[in-house]
């Protein structure tokens, strides 16, 4: 059964850094490019950041590039999600999700797995 | 990148009935690289459909998916209790991702 475990959410003033993780269980997870999609409260998905199965490739929304960086650790299944120079409209509900292949062109993909998702609150 | 419409922003219906969620994109998905996902209050999203209309493991044969282009259209032939929720639909034919606003399918 595939499984995705964040962790990492809580709060963070403006300007601040928080990294999040996702641990990954049920499926070889080498395999499968993955992604970080974001949930601001009471609204819609956004994709935040997509990376390939081997790491050697990673796409960034514009709204979080220069600031975030996305990475994977394929010997401990999890992937990462560093966020820098956190504003307030970072505020939401991050998800990591699966993709079915191991590199998403561009970094698009369908998502077939996702987690629960970790809150990040920026607010002083 | 690609802007996605859904309509309607809110759909009223009884279980046992038909309902029918559009989304339009700003230019074409290529290749109908368009899903649909389901959320449910307090829930990650579940995938429905992909390719625009070949079902996900595991979803009942009830929602069916449809389209090409522009014009991409959701069926849940008979709503069940349990398919009240929040449908997100996806293109992923270019980048960026992008996803629709949502129609919620509540219950009249």
């Known amino acids: 059964e595939v499984q995705l475990l964040e962790s990492g959410g809580g709060l963070v003033q403006p300007g601040g850094s928080l990294r999040l993780s996702c641990a990954a269980s049920g499926f070889t997870f080498s395999s499968y490019a993955m992604s970080w999609v974001r949930q601001a409260p009471g609204k819609g998905l956004e994709w935040v950041s997509a990376?390939?199965?081997?790491?050697?490739?990673?796409y960034y929304a514009d709204s979080v590039k220069g600031r975030f960086t996305i990475s994977r650790d394929n010997s401990k299944n999890t992937l990462y999600l560093q966020m820098n120079s956190l504003r307030a409209e970072d505020t939401a509900v991050y998800y990591c999700?699966?993709?079915?292949?191991?590199?998403?062109?561009?970094?698009?993909?369908?998502?077939?797995?996702w987690g629960q998702g970790t809150l990040v609150t920026v607010s002083s | 990148e690609i802007v996605l419409t859904q309509s309607p922003g809110t759909l009223s219906l009884s279980p046992g009935e038909r309902a029918t969620l559009s989304c339009r994109a700003s230019?074409?998905?290529?290749?109908?690289?368009l899903a649909w996902y389901q959320q449910k209050p307090g829930q990650a999203p579940r995938l429905l459909i992909y390719?625009?209309?070949s079902r996900a493991t595991g979803i009942p044969d009830r929602f069916s998916g449809s389209g090409s282009g522009t014009d991409f259209t959701l069926t849940i032939s008979r709503l069940e209790p349990e398919d009240f929720a929040v449908y997100y639909c996806?293109?992923?034919?270019?980048?960026?991702?992008?996803f629709g606003p949502g129609t919620k399918v509540d219950i009249k």
């Open positions: 990376i390939s199965g081997s790491g050697g490739s990673t």
């Open positions: 390719g625009a209309s």
């Open positions: 230019q074409s998905v290529s290749s109908s690289y």
């Open positions: 999700a699966k993709s079915e292949v191991r590199v998403c062109s561009g970094g698009s993909c369908y998502l077939d797995y």
């Open positions: 996806q293109q992923y034919g270019s980048s960026p991702v992008t």
